[in-house]
Structure formats: C-alpha cells, structure tokens
C-alpha cells in the first residue's frame, strides 16, 4: 500500500493535470516546472543567507507543489484559454484572474486542514507566480520580499520554460536566448538571488530541458543566408506572461 506522503503526491500530480490538460500547448510543462524549482531551490539552500529557510523539507515542499501553480486556470473560460492568437486586453484580465482562483481554492482547502505547510506553500504559489520583483506583476503588484519566495522561484521556473517551449504565438527559443533574456530580468521580474542560483543551475536545467522534451519545443534550424553577408537578426520580443 502507497505511504500517505505518497498518495499526497499522487493526489497533487493528478488534480495538478487535471487543470494542465485544458491547455493543449503545455506539453510536459509540469514535470519540468517540478524539476526547475527543485534545481533552483538547491541553489539557494546553498547561500548562506538561504539555507535555514530553504531546508530539505522546504526543497521537498517546492518539488511537491509547483505543479499547482497554474490550478486557477480550470475556472477560465475555452474561449480565452484556448484562443489561438493574441489575448485582447479585456480577455488577458480575464487570463491573469487564474492567480485568485487556485489561491482561493488552495485557501478553502487550508481552512479544512489548517497545519497543512504544503497547501500554505501551494497557496502562495498560485497566488504570487505572475508577481515581479520591482512590483510591476500581478494580481497585487507585490515588490521584493513581500513576494513568498516559493512563488518567486516557481516564477523563473515558469518563466523559463514558457521561453523554451512553442506556443501558437511563438516558437521556442534557444536556452541561450533565455538564459540571457533572464540575466537581463535580475531585480525587475525576478529575485537576484534566484537568477544566481538559475545560473548557477545552468547545466542540470539543460538536463531536465532533454529529459522532458517535448517534440514541438524544439527551436527551428536558423535559415542559412544565400549570400555570405552577415544574418541580419530580428528583434527578439520578450512574451508576457
């Protein structure tokens, strides 16, 4: 018989899919989202200034729950979640209220089971990921630390693998230009510390990118030039989020 820890992980995964599967361009964007935090919450544990908040049981909690982060979305209507093309301003509120939406359901749950730490931490997650660091995110506008530090990790997370995955309005992106677009980021959308610990996860972060590949994620060949003058290269266009 599975051990309660492991019908709790289960349980998340499965409810965690449930809301997944209405998004048909998600691919294996769960189980990377898992990995990255973990990897990036190992980075952290590292710092000396980290490693009593980000303990082994914190690390265990951030693989368990990031893959609730995006659990509000079962509320938003196949018109908007699904629409092919870009979202109009009226139908992007209506996108960006996801985040009150899993944070009231994971709230509802937490009032039942009050010494739950993992719904707490899922919680700050679905309500804090699309939160920046200089205060210009969503739902709140939260700045620096007021932001849970769970959300702020599941944020780059997320963030990096929007970049690296196809999307109807995008190709994927080289894990080069997203390491760069995210270096440039530090301290607007994202916590310095965690860019650090990004980097400094660099390699494992290309292994879990391999490990759950999926087949459209993969950036097209670059056009090779008929004459031998320089490419001239596109702006690239940082996606919201």
């Known amino acids: 018989m599975c051990s309660r820890s492991k019908r709790a992980r289960v349980a998340i995964f499965a409810l965690a899919k449930l809301a997944e599967s209405r998004d048909p361009e998600t691919g294996r964007h769960l189980e990377r989202v898992q990995c990255y935090s973990r990897a990036l919450a190992h980075q952290l544990a590292k710092m000396p200034e980290m490693a009593e908040q980000v303990d082994p049981e ?48 994971l709230e509802a749950a937490l009032v039942r089971f009050p010494d739950a730490r993992f719904l707490k931490i899922a919680r700050d997650i679905a309500a804090a990921h699309h939160e920046r660091w200089n205060g210009t995110g969503y739902p709140l506008g939260l700045a620096g630390e007021s932001i849970p530090l769970a ?20 190709e994927a992106f080289t894990h080069e230009v997203s390491r760069d677009l995210i270096e440039k980021d530090s301290g607007r959308h994202f916590d310095p510390r965690i860019v650090a610990a990004f980097l400094a996860a660099e390699q494992e972060f290309l292994d879990i990118k391999g490990r759950y590949r999926s087949d459209e994620d993969e950036p097209p060949p670059p056009k090779v030039p008929l004459l031998s003058y320089p490419a001239v290269q596109e702006p690239i266009v940082y996606p919201a989020f």
């Not at 951030?62 to 979305?73: A, C, E, Q, V």
């Not at 629409?83 to 009226?90: E, F, H, R």
């Not at 944020?155 to 196809?166: E, F, G, N, R």
């Open 151 to 170: 959300a702020r990790i599941v944020a780059l997370a997320d963030v990096y693998d929007a970049l690296t995955s196809k999307r109807c309005y995008k």
């Open 58 to 105: 914190y690390i265990r909690l951030i693989y368990l729950t990031s893959p609730l982060h995006d659990i509000g979305k079962v509320a938003i209507p196949d018109a908007v979640l699904r629409k092919p093309g870009k979202l109009t301003d009226a139908e992007f509120a209506i996108m960006k209220s996801h985040t009150a939406y899993g944070a009231e359901t």
